[in-house]
């Protein structure tokens, strides 16, 4: 099976090279949230967002993180 990364060997396409950037950003962001807003609600969030972007760039890469 063939995934989307033979297709790019060197530098990703812009818009894969985007959506890292913002995965990078939002990671930074869970890191630098402050003691008192680690909140259950906040980990929930967090969980939420890091789930969604790992299947997205595993969907950028051939992936079906649903199989």
Do not use: C
Not at 21 to 47: I, K, N, R
Request: net charge negative.
């Amino acid at each position: 099976m063939s995934s989307r990364s033979d297709a790019w060997p060197g530098n990703p396409p812009a818009d894969v090279e985007a959506f890292i950037l913002e995965t990078v950003d939002m990671l930074h962001d869970l890191d630098d949230t402050s003691l008192h807003e680690l909140t259950p609600l906040f980990y929930e969030h967090g969980y939420e967002q890091v789930a969604h972007s790992l299947r997205e760039l595993l969907k950028m890469l051939g992936h079906d993180p649903d199989a």
